[in-house]
């Protein structure tokens, strides 16, 4: 079967998309294809900083002749709708249906459709120019004298060649010819830009490859990376070091180079007295090298580093090295000053005095200045929301209202809160935004803080993603959440939710994190007690706690589903869970406190072994909603559980049969008794389950005050043998309406006892 290569060329398109563009080409592409009748055997995008390539093998080389019916309405229908087929159809008249006869229906139209095949070519030909006008650059350009016309051709830069063969492996492939913007297709691509710049044919994709690395290009982008990384590690390991390695790095010079060229520079010592990662972060950012430590070190780096070229230079690359040091020294020597600087005095300290005062601020110490300066320059977090300085001064309250649940000092957690975001008025953070957080943990050692305070000023901004790390410092752990709590707060309260895709502020990152910290610590948190008081901040927030809270819901199941727990448990658990919430909290107004109103007590932790030094505090346990994370999570490993024997499986089938038949007499309306009367008992098996409810609904809530979830499915495994009993022995649905009602209520007593623990009729199965 024939075999189709593509290739576009232009100026270099930016590392950062060329992974995208070339994917969302195999699927433009391979969806055209498809959907124009046309089978695949494999198919692979490929890219380098100059061109996106395709190779698709065993390609049909026509596409199937269609033949199909569509029926049409009555030949009686009214003429719309006679139109709306005739258009469906792509028919000119009537005339070109046909009629055919149902015995029940009577006469109807339908329409006898044949659509021959097209060959492969035609049908590329018709699709690639498309898909390279519609192509989803994040930006794009227009260029030369064609870009004066509307409807130009754009790209992300200017195309300059366009690869387009088709053909069997045993016969000369042809060149499939269309023409976009002056540019026509041919079989003629470039090589290197400087080591082979000349022409080269090219037939399929094999010899494509061949003849690109015979003109010094790496067709194959994790090849480069393969090449780039491999190279690396042995050239620090030639000079007694060790590479640092850096993935995004990694990516990104891949994205730069056709042919890469692994070389090492060199700066000098003394910029080894600032941190490793400004020193690290200014190479990366700068020149985009990879940095070096000695050998078998930890932490502190080499002033050696790795650098790729794209060009095999005659002097063995020694002015390239030499070049690309003395722009690290220049990078360097400016980060240099912005450490140094970061540790003196400000010059405008006798206007801090102020902010000082307000948040009990030291200004001998470098930090304190800062977060001083922070506050009296009046930094905007949000339009809505106020300055970053109104911003730490909640965070601070909240914390300290976090600190006794979590185990935490007090005092640590006021002050590691305060000096959170002093690094945001350094200069090093202001050079590299990136460093925000890290920065202030070491200008905080610096200063004689507290290691856990220092520790909180870079971990509370944790966790950024998925696979970062979660704090576990009760100092880090406090500010973390009294950081996530009052951005979910504050937008909540002015209606700047995420929407579908878009979430500008993170909020959906913001609340995943803090979901991770409360399971992954084990630490046992009311959301609506917290919610209260930090709504209490914001005028207009507090009726957004329920929507808030169903939010946080939301992120619990994205957080267990990639854990590997069942999505039908945890919506069994949420739905038997969920009450409304509180009266007193719905209608909190935005100052409860000035007007007598008692907030709800925060739950209690339970004290992990990563967290040591947490004593456990038992606090009275909002019952207001289903806001216990941690508890919702201990549940669903219990039902889970459950499940998994032949006593879960068994009550499981019953109870859905039950909650089937309830929900069938509800709907009819039938009378269902509101309590189950022992005196209407007609069969043992009545008897027995009544007593087998009674006891099970006794211990099952009984377990659930303990919060011992695993005795409660235990209690409720009792069940199993009578509800069978039951519906193998007992007609639900008597003559006898007064005994109806009492059988029925009767099955909704098991639905009651199984609701303490999970809504069953979600589970599936």
């Known amino acids: 079967m024939p075999d189709l290569l593509l290739e576009l060329r232009s100026e270099e398109i930016p590392a950062r998309m060329q992974r995208k563009a070339a994917g969302d080409l195999r699927k433009m592409l391979t969806d055209g294809l498809v959907e124009a009748g046309l089978t695949y055997e494999a198919a692979r995008e490929y890219w380098t900083p100059r061109r996106l390539a395709f190779d698709i093998r065993g390609l049909t080389a026509r596409s199937k002749d269609i033949r199909e019916e569509i029926k049409g309405p009555s030949t009686t229908a009214p003429e719309q709708a006679v139109q709306g087929f005739l258009r469906k159809a792509g028919l000119a008249s009537i005339a070109e249906a046909h009629v055919h006869s149902d015995p029940k229906k009577g006469d109807f139209y339908v329409a006898h459709i044949s659509k021959p095949g097209r060959a492969a070519e035609e049908i590329i030909a018709e699709l690639v120019p498309g898909i390279i006008r519609n192509f989803p650059w994040p930006k794009s350009m227009r260029w030369g004298p064609a870009s004066a016309r509307p409807g130009s051709l754009r790209w992300v830069r200017p195309l300059q060649s366009i690869v387009c063969t088709f053909g069997p492996e045993t016969e000369e492939p042809v060149v499939v010819d269309f023409e976009i913007d002056g540019i026509r297709s041919g079989n003629v691509t470039y090589g290197h830009r400087f080591h082979a710049p000349g022409p080269i044919i090219v037939r399929r994709f094999d010899d494509y490859t061949a003849k690109l690395e015979a003109a010094k290009v790496v067709l194959d982008a994790d090849r480069r990376k393969q090449i780039i990384l491999a190279d690396a590690r042995n050239v620090a390991f030639a000079n007694g070091l060790d590479l640092v390695e850096d993935e995004g ?4 010079v891949s994205g730069l180079v056709e042919w890469p060229v692994v070389l090492m520079g060199e700066f000098e010592q003394d910029f080894l007295t600032i941190p490793a990662e400004v020193i690290r972060l200014t190479i990366r950012a700068n020149q985009k090298c990879f940095v070096t430590r000695p050998h078998g070190a930890a932490e502190d780096l080499s002033n050696r580093f790795i650098l790729v ?28 000053y912005f450490w140094k600087t970061d540790q003196g005095d400000l010059p405008d300290l006798d206007q801090l005095w102020e902010s000082a005062a307000k948040f009990d601020l030291d200004l001998k110490k470098p930090l304190d200045q800062r977060m001083a300066r922070l506050d009296h320059l009046n930094v905007t977090f949000h339009a809505k929301l106020g300055t970053q300085g109104a911003r730490v001064a909640r965070i601070r309250r909240l914390a300290e209202e976090l600190a006794p649940v979590v185990g935490a000092d007090p005092t640590h957690v006021a002050r590691a809160a ?7 008025q350094t200069e090093v953070v202001g050079e590299f935004p990136e460093l925000q957080g890290a920065m202030g943990r070491k200008y905080a050692l610096l200063q004689g ?19 970062d790390r979660v704090p576990t410092d009760p100092v880090s752990v406090a500010v973390a ?27 959906r990152r913001a609340a995943l994190g803090v979901v991770r910290i409360l399971i992954e610590n084990r630490i046992r948190l009311g959301l609506t007690s917290i919610f209260f008081k930090a709504f209490a901040n914001f005028t207009g927030g507090a009726g957004q706690m329920s929507d808030l809270l169903a939010f946080f819901h939301d992120r619990l199941k994205v957080y267990l589903r990639e854990s590997g727990a ?15 919430i509180s009266p007193l909290v719905g209608e909190m107004s935005a100052k409860p406190t000035e007007e007598g109103a008692v907030p709800p007590a925060l739950h209690s932790v339970t004290p992990p072994s990563a967290l040591p030094g947490i004593s456990p505090t038992r606090g009275e346990i909002d019952q207001s909603s289903n806001d216990d994370l941690l508890q919702i999570v201990r549940r669903v490993e219990a039902l889970g559980s459950f499940l ?21 007499e509800e709907k009819k309306k039938t009378l269902i008794a509101e309590t189950v009367e022992p005196a209407l008992f007609r069969e043992d098996a009545e008897k027995k389950l009544h007593a087998a409810v009674n006891h099970a609904e006794k211990e099952a809530g009984q377990a659930i005050q303990n919060e011992d979830f695993s005795a409660a499915m235990l209690a409720l495994s009792v069940l199993r043998e009578p509800v069978d009993s039951f519906f193998e022995g007992v007609l639900v649905n008597d003559e006898d309406q007064a005994v109806r009602a009492n059988r029925l209520a009767l099955l909704a007593r098991i639905r009651a006892a199984t609701d303490q623990v999970a809504d069953f009729s979600k589970i599936v199965g």
Do not use: C, M
Request: zero cysteines.
């Open 249 to 252: 790095l990694l990516e990104e």
């Open 644 to 664: 998994d024997t032949e006593d879960g499986k068994n009550l499981l089938a019953g109870t859905k049969r039950a909650a089937n038949i309830l929900a069938a």
């Open 449 to 467: 803080e507290h290691p856990s305070v220092a520790a909180a000023a870079e971990e509370h901004y944790k966790p950024q993603g998925p696979s």
């Open 418 to 424: 305060v000096l959170a975001k002093a690094d945001l």
């Open 309 to 336: 070229a794209n060009i095999e230079a005659t002097d063995g690359g020694k002015e390239i090295a030499y070049g690309n040091g003395k722009v690290v020294r220049a990078r360097l020597s400016d980060a240099v």
């Open 566 to 580: 069942r999505y039908d448990l945890i919506d069994a658990v949420l739905s038997a869970g969920s009450r409304p």
């Open 481 to 507: 959440l009294a950081d996530k709590f009052d951005t979910l707060s504050g937008f909540w309260a002015i209606d700047e939710k995420p929407t579908g895709s878009k979430d500008p502020f993170a909020l």
